[in-house]
Each structure stands twice: as structure tokens, then as C-alpha cells.
């Protein structure tokens, strides 16, 4: 740290200076923990992911269902589907 000098309104350029610092250091400090929030990744979900999964395959078993039986002519079997 920089001794502050005999001259006439050194020492306030010192003392602002520091206080400058002092209070950027502080600002960071404040907003460090909202940084790292914002750019940490989220925790994986297995489970709801999984279960996604399940849901999405039984959906496309039921449109290629839907395509099949519509395919063979019978369009009223599609609003029977089960």
C-alpha cells in the first residue's frame, strides 16, 4: 500500500483512491452469488426425465396406430382408439 505523501490534497487522492477500491471489491462480493447462480448448470432430474421418455414412446405407439389403421381404409377405427 502507497504511503501518502506530505503534499497538500495527497491524501485525499489517497484516501478516495482506496475507497474507490474498497467499495468496487465490496460491489463484487454483493454480486458474485447471483453470477455464479446464473451461469451454473442445473441439476439433472433422472426420474422426470425417464418418465418423459416412457410418455413419448407410448404417443408415437399411438400415432403409428393411428397411421396404420388409417392407412388400411378404415378411418372409423381411428376415432375408436384406445
Known amino acids: 500500500m502507497l504511503e501518502a505523501s ?13 475507497i474507490s477500491g474498497l467499495r468496487r471489491r ?3 462480493r454483493r454480486k458474485q ?6 451461469y451454473q448448470g442445473t441439476a439433472s432430474d433422472t426420474a422426470a426425465r425417464a ?6 414412446e407410448h404417443a408415437r405407439k399411438i400415432i403409428e ?6 392407412e388400411k381404409g378404415r378411418p372409423d377405427a381411428v376415432a375408436g382408439t384406445t
Open 6 to 18: 506530505n503534499e497538500p490534497g495527497c491524501s485525499a487522492r489517497w484516501l478516495t483512491r482506496n
Open 26 to 28: 465490496e460491489a463484487f
Open 33 to 38: 452469488p447471483d453470477i455464479v447462480a446464473r
Open 51 to 56: 418418465l418423459n421418455a416412457i410418455a413419448l
Open 65 to 70: 396406430d393411428i397411421a396404420a389403421k388409417t
